[in-house]
């Protein structure tokens, strides 16, 4: 590892430091771990004692090299193992920014790891082998960035050193995973030559490789424009909690809780509640720290309206001319978590979407897709484990929901066992009537 | 807050998850309680629970489990901060435990895997389903791959390879009777965030964190308060030490770092600079194995 750092302090002063989540897709063969490692202990998010214990570790076990991958391998049976069951999150800063990694086993038996990852993120980094080019797990990974509409794709080219840090390997390694991206929905992709081990590329412009034009990873992690991902266009605001302060200083506040899902929500403005069709104007907006001029993603707030009307958990404020789809049959792209039992037609679940609650009939399971060729089997009939298919439900209530393309947050939603209790699927709204 | 071009700091958004998962605990779940050891991560929470539910009271209990060694300065801010906030206080006592047969003294004398008993007991005899814990993703290992809202079964325990997936911001918080939820609103907030906020928030913190002059001990590469619950032992040399504490936990395993912060500002300023973990640094509890806090998080520690 190189001695090469960045200061880690976050600026007090001056241009704010602000969040970006990203995941991270690959197998330790790939030099995932390595790049991780590399990113933390270059910008100081590495610590010696953490560094320490792997070292022993990896030293007891007959390791060549420090093998980093133990740094993000937190349970003991993944050491043991040697490989990475479940998501880890690590976390690491530079001046500009703070960085959450939700770090994602590749191979497909853990799909749903991956999706999880993806569920939140920002950006999501894609490693391949220089020396292999795509294989069919690459493919697969964009193909779940692009189901899950994670805003940004960064593909690394990784051991750039083992290929003689050649332009030529690196290009047609480029120029194919454009071609299979734009196939894809990928709205903003990067393709980066890097050296995970050597460092090459990732703080800073590598001298090993004049022919690359673009920045370093780790420039490009620092400066990659996040705030147009953001819907501030459709108003949507799920009513999280009603707050009414039982209490003798507080009287008749009645305030709705919750966390603005997209769009900004200013005092005066005409809003519609969902489902009841109700119409108000907002009062106020306010945090425990006073009252503000705007709510906008991801601010937590209270919202209060000039007119007393009946509203709670699970219902949306949204505008009277900009409104979801109030609706009972949704079409869905489901991807399937569950070991023991398969999604199955005429299945009954509950799901979560937003801050509602409701039941489900699984009425239609339109085709499964092969995640590694997109192939389309109409023939299916259930769903298994880390399976993907288009699925037509119908809820007992009402969703307020929004087509996923257009909003992460009112287009998503989990399906739970009813006997377990365990979440068992994720579901991304295609459709609405 | 800055609204130029909608933007949000980490901080604010780090404090807007953590209300909305409050939020989704209080809104779902019967019987919450908030972990309150009067440590800096518990205090923080205890902070973003008053802002969640503002202008109304935090409506849940607080509990300290409390291991009968404690710091003096530790449990007099906790009764202020009960007393400030009207809060009400469940006390799980593991000198009563111990009193009472429930629990038996570690051979070491330290206190802190008999605490999750004692803890258990507690949950199931007020029937809380939500605990709320102030553990950070970036603390340990382990923690690292826990959920924001994860699954105890009717033993309290937590099973690692069998987690419910959790998905954008919706959390499954259902179980059945007897079972229950762990709730770390703080998951992704690491040392440096909680000390910028505490900063920012102007939170009062015990004053050992902070540093001041203290008798202590060296003992296995770590400074150890001399005190009633951790007296030197023959041959160890008892000298004064400008220390401050990074973690507060049981007064017998938890030690402290040489310092010169007596301000939140030069705090930040050595969190920022430091290279060893917190728990690394000061928490003997998790020098035990590679595999320590996996092995208590199992059998139901927090």
């Known amino acids: ?433 | 807050m800055t609204s130029a071009a909608y933007q949000v700091t980490h901080l604010d958004a780090l404090e807007a998850e953590s209300i909305f998962v409050m939020r989704e605990v209080v809104a779902e779940m019967e019987r919450p309680v908030l972990l309150f050891s009067g440590g800096k991560d518990s205090i923080v929470m205890l902070r973003l629970a008053q802002k969640a539910f503002a202008p109304g009271h935090i409506p849940f209990p607080v509990m300290h489990v409390d291991t009968g060694h404690n710091f003096p300065e530790v449990l007099d801010y906790r009764d202020r901060r009960v007393a400030e906030l009207s809060l009400q206080l469940v006390v799980a006592s593991v000198p009563e435990a111990l009193a009472s047969g429930l629990v038996r003294e570690a051979a070491d004398g330290t206190r802190n895997r008999i605490q999750t008993p004692v803890l258990l007991e507690a949950v199931e005899k007020h029937r809380f389903n939500a605990l709320f814990g102030g553990a950070r993703r970036d603390e340990e290992k382990a923690r690292a791959k826990e959920r924001m809202f994860s699954f105890r079964d009717e033993f309290g325990q937590w099973d690692p390879k069998n987690q419910r997936p959790e998905l954008w911001s919706l959390y499954n918080g259902r179980h059945h009777p007897g079972e229950s939820i762990r709730v770390f609103p703080l998951s992704n907030w690491t040392e440096l965030d909680v000390w910028h906020y505490i900063a920012r928030e102007r939170i009062e913190l015990p004053s050992i964190y902070y540093a001041h002059e203290r008798e202590v001990v060296e003992r296995d590469g770590m400074l150890y308060a001399v005190n009633e619950f951790l007296p030197a032992r023959a041959g160890e040399d008892r000298f004064k030490a400008r220390v401050r504490y990074r973690t507060v936990g049981d007064a017998s395993c938890t030690a402290a770092v040489r310092s010169d912060a007596d301000t939140v500002e030069k705090v930040i300023e050595e969190v920022a600079a430091t290279r060893i973990t917190e728990r690394g640094a000061t928490r003997g509890d998790d020098r035990v194995s590679e595999a320590a806090m996996e092995d208590r998080k199992r059998e139901g520690y927090f």
Not at chain 1, 24 to 41: F, M, N, P, Q
Not at chain 1, 123 to 135: N, T
Not at chain 1, 304 to 324: F, H, T, V, W
Not at chain 1, 371 to 386: C, Q, T, W
């Open chain 1, 1 to 433: 590892m190189s001695t090469e750092t960045l200061a880690a302090a976050p600026v007090a002063e001056g241009r704010p430091m602000d969040l970006l989540r990203f995941a991270t897709a690959g197998s330790v063969d790939d030099g995932k771990s390595t790049l991780i490692g590399r990113l933390l202990y270059d910008t100081k998010s590495l610590f010696t004692d953490q560094l320490a214990a792997v070292e022993a570790v990896s030293a007891a076990r007959g390791d060549e090299y420090t093998n980093l991958a133990l740094l993000t391998d937190g349970l003991r049976a993944e050491r043991e193992q040697g490989i990475t069951i479940d998501v880890a999150y690590r976390y690491f800063a530079t001046p500009r920014r703070k960085f959450i990694i939700a770090d994602t086993p590749g191979h497909i038996q853990y799909t749903r790891n991956m999706v999880t990852g993806a569920s939140t993120a920002d950006l999501a980094l894609i490693l391949v082998d220089a020396r292999k080019g795509l294989v069919e797990q690459s493919r697969r990974h964009a193909f779940l960035c692009s189901l899950l509409r994670v805003p940004h794709l960064v593909l690394c080219v990784n051991k750039m050193d083992l290929v003689d840090f050649s332009q030529e390997v690196f290009d047609r390694i480029a120029d194919e995973f454009t071609a299979f991206a734009a196939k894809l929905d990928v709205p903003d992709l990067t393709v980066v030559p890097i050296s995970a081990l050597r460092g090459d590329n990732i703080v800073s412009r590598s001298e090993n490789m004049q022919w690359y034009e673009g920045p370093a990873l780790l420039h490009h992690l620092e400066r990659v424009h996040i705030a147009s991902d953001r819907n501030l266009v459709d108003v949507r605001f799920p009513v999280q909690y009603v707050i009414r302060p039982q209490s003798t200083t507080v009287t008749d506040y009645r305030g709705y809780a919750g966390q603005v899902a997209s769009g900004v929500l200013k005092p005066g403005d005409e809003v519609m509640v969902l489902p009841s069709g109700f119409t108000s104007r907002i009062a106020a907006v306010e945090t425990a720290d006073g009252p503000v001029a705007e709510a906008f993603p991801p601010m937590s707030v209270t919202v209060r309206l000039e007119n007393e009307i009946d509203i709670s958990r699970g219902d949306m404020i949204c505008r009277p001319n900009n409104a979801p789809a109030v609706a009972q049959d949704i079409e869905a792209m489901v991807c399937w978590m569950d070991e023991t039992r398969p999604l199955q037609v005429g299945g009954k679940y509950s799901i979560k979407h937003t801050t509602r609650a409701a039941r489900a009939i699984v009425r239609g399971l339109h085709y499964r897709l092969d995640i590694n060729s997109l192939h389309r089997d109409e023939s299916a009939s259930e769903l298994g484990l880390n399976e993907i298919g288009r699925v037509r439900l119908r809820t007992t209530i009402p969703l307020l929901a929004d087509e996923y393309r257009r909003n992460r947050t009112t287009g998503g939603f989990i399906i739970i066992d009813e006997a377990t209790n365990r979440t068992v699927g994720a579901g991304m709204i295609v459709e609405t009537p």
